[in-house]
């Protein structure tokens, strides 16, 4: 069974940058290949949203409108990890970052709606703070 973890959040204040990781692990690896990724974030009392998303070639990437120039989605299919390089992070981006797989999609399809993604880490911190 695959498993995603993430990893690199942490506590920063407003302007800096993080890179946040994301590795798959388990037995069906080369799903990880195949497959479209995203990132998506909760802050308390807000819904999950979707951050970044990037197709299984990695040609392909859509993005919230509210971090396009700020941050960028991008993957490494032979370390079976997709990263996120997010720069001048303000308090707003506040909130736990999760990586999810979608395996069922095709061609180079990039979702934006969570149900859409089957597989999902357990998280990540990201605090910024003014």
């Known amino acids: 069974q695959v498993q995603l973890v993430e990893s690199g959040g942490g506590l920063l204040q407003a302007g800096g940058s993080l890179r946040l990781s994301c590795a798959a692990s388990?037995?069906?690896?080369?799903?990880?290949?195949?497959?479209?990724m995203g990132w998506f974030r909760q802050a308390p009392g807000k819904e999950r949203e979707f951050v970044a998303g990037?197709?299984?070639?990695?040609?392909?990437?859509h993005y919230l409108d509210s971090v396009k120039g700020r941050f960028t989605i991008s993957r490494d299919n032979a370390k079976n990890t997709v990263y996120l390089q997010m720069n001048s992070l303000n308090p707003e981006d506040t909130a736990v970052y999760y990586c999810?797989?979608?395996?069922?999609?095709?061609?180079?399809?990039?979702?934006?709606?969570?149900?859409?993604?089957?597989?999902w880490g357990q998280g990540t911190q990201v605090t910024v703070s003014s």
């Open positions: 990037i197709s299984w070639t990695g040609y392909k990437t």
């Open positions: 999810a797989a979608n395996r069922l999609g095709s061609g180079d399809y990039v979702s934006s709606i969570p149900y859409e993604y089957d597989l």
């Open positions: 388990g037995r069906t690896l080369r799903t990880f290949s195949s497959s479209s």
